[in-house]
C-alpha cells in the first residue's frame, strides 16, 4: 500500500502553473494546448492574464482552446481586465481573442469598451468585435455597427 501512495504522489503534487509555463513554449500546438488545460480550472485574473499571449498564438487551435477557457470566467476583476488591457494587447491575434471571448462571457458592462475597439486598426480585430457585439445584441452599438 505504501508503494502505490509513493508512485501516485507525484500527480498529487503537480504543479499547474509550472506545467503551465513549460507546456505554453513548447514547438508543439498539442502541448501548448494541454497547457491551457493545466490551468483552465482556475478562471481567474491570473488563469486570464497567463492566456491572453495563448490568444495570439500562430496555431488556431491553440486560439480556440483559449478562447473558450478565457470565455467561461465569470470572475470580475478578470473580466474588466479583459475589457480595458485585453482589448488593447499589441497583438493583433490576442485582441481578436479578447473580443471573441467576450462574446462568450456576455456581461453586458463591456459594451462600451467593444464598441471602442471599432476603431481598431486591424480589420481582423474589428469583424471579432463586430460579432461579439451582435452576438450579445448590445443595442447601443447599432449605429456603429450599421
Given at each position: ?13 503537480r504543479d499547474d502553473w509550472a506545467d503551465f ?80 471571448a467576450l462574446g462568450w462571457i456576455k456581461d ?32 447601443a452599438a447599432a449605429d456603429k455597427l450599421a
Amino acid at each position: 500500500m505504501k508503494a502505490i501512495w509513493i508512485l501516485a504522489l507525484p500527480l498529487f503534487l503537480r504543479d499547474d502553473w509550472a506545467d503551465f509555463a513549460k507546456l505554453s513554449k513548447d514547438k508543439d500546438p498539442g502541448e501548448r494546448c494541454k497547457a491551457v488545460d493545466r490551468i483552465d480550472k482556475y478562471k481567474d485574473l491570473k488563469m486570464v492574464q497567463a492566456l491572453v499571449p495563448l490568444l495570439g498564438d500562430e496555431h488556431p487551435r491553440v486560439r480556440y482552446v483559449s478562447v473558450k477557457a478565457v470565455g467561461r470566467v465569470t470572475d470580475a476583476a478578470a473580466v474588466e481586465f479583459l475589457s480595458t488591457k485585453g482589448l488593447k494587447d499589441p497583438n493583433p491575434r490576442s485582441r481578436a481573442g479578447v473580443a471573441e471571448a467576450l462574446g462568450w462571457i456576455k456581461d453586458a458592462k463591456v459594451g462600451p469598451a467593444l464598441v471602442e475597439a471599432l476603431g481598431d486598426a486591424t480589420a481582423d480585430v474589428r469583424s471579432a468585435v463586430c460579432r461579439t457585439l451582435a452576438w450579445m445584441r448590445h443595442d447601443a452599438a447599432a449605429d456603429k455597427l450599421a
